[in-house]
């Protein structure tokens, strides 16, 4: 049995994003900490993805997506977007369409267009390879980590349940 998973795990360093997703009609967004870049050529980035979640369905219709990096003062919009079931999600706040179609969160540090190249499992969660298509950086700053963002994602509950 690990110990303090929670506390553990958090020691992994990363980001906070906001992931826009668009099936070419509707769009969506919703926060993701498990973002990483897998290849220099392609340039490629992996992120994870609940299967449950509407915002799957719409990657999976789409191909496209952004990863929107938030910065260290923006954890309520990261606590935002990690809601699910809110009605008109993106309400509130200004978006631009990127290169692929897919929605950016202007008020990020930065972002990556990006198109899904392929998916694999990942027990609860799907992965979808992307490539990046465009990238820019839009404001200054540092951007917001994982271990800073406390249990905002209500992740305690699930170590504790697979320490078990």
Request: aromatic content about 10%; some cysteine.
């Amino acid at each position: 049995m690990i110990e303090n998973p929670d506390s553990l795990f958090k020691q992994i360093s990363h980001g906070i994003y906001v992931i826009g997703v668009s099936d070419g009609i509707h769009q969506n967004a919703f926060t993701a900490a498990w973002v990483m870049q897998v290849s220099f050529d392609p340039l490629l980035l992996a992120l994870s993805i609940n299967p449950e979640h509407y915002s799957y369905q719409l990657l999976r219709a789409g191909g496209i997506c952004t990863v929107n990096v938030l910065s260290q003062d923006q954890q309520s919009i990261a606590e935002h977007f990690g809601r699910s079931g809110v009605r008109d999600k993106m309400a509130g706040f200004q978006w631009l369409t990127g290169k692929t179609g897919a929605p950016i969160l202007s008020e990020s540090l930065a972002y990556f267009d990006c198109e899904v190249s392929h998916y694999t499992d990942a027990g609860d969660h799907k992965i979808a390879v992307c490539r990046v298509i465009d990238a820019a950086m839009l404001s200054q700053g540092q951007p917001l980590l994982y271990v800073q963002t406390e249990d905002m994602d209500g992740s305690s509950e699930f170590y504790a349940e697979s320490a078990q």
